[in-house]
């Protein structure tokens, strides 16, 4: 079994900044991309930052210049550094990531389960 555990949401005043954390644990062979994604009230999940094994990373255009996501393979984990945060940045934000548990098997995603992230205006 697979397990993502999300850490670091909260509420923060507009312009502020918070770090997630992303853990993976259990029967892990090999991590590729990981990413995290967010979903506000009534809206569709949307990528915000996703980061390769080679350490290439994608961003969405809404926080370019502001979020900073980075990995640390040896603990499997992966980060979101969140600065000047506005309240449009207001969601439960997920972990994802694509992990093999054996050299045979293709990867497959997996889900934290969500930390919510509140800016205030």
């Known amino acids: 079994q697979v397990q993502l555990v999300e850490s670091g949401g909260g509420l923060v005043q507009a312009g502020g900044s918070l770090r997630l954390s992303c853990a993976a644990s259990?029967?892990?062979?090999?991590?590729?991309?990981m990413g995290w994604y967010r979903q506000a009230p009534g809206k569709q999940r949307q990528l915000v930052a996703h980061i390769r094994s080679d350490g290439s990373t994608d961003y969405a255009d809404s926080v370019k210049g502001r979020f900073t996501i980075s990995r640390d393979n040896a603990k499997n984990t992966v980060y979101l550094q969140m600065n000047s945060l506005k309240p449009e940045d207001t969601a439960v934000y997920y972990c994802n990531a694509d992990i093999k548990i054996a050299k045979i098997l293709v990867g497959r995603d997996y889900w934290g389960q969500g930390t919510q992230v509140t800016v205030s205006s």
């Open positions: 259990g029967k892990i062979f090999s991590i590729n991309a």
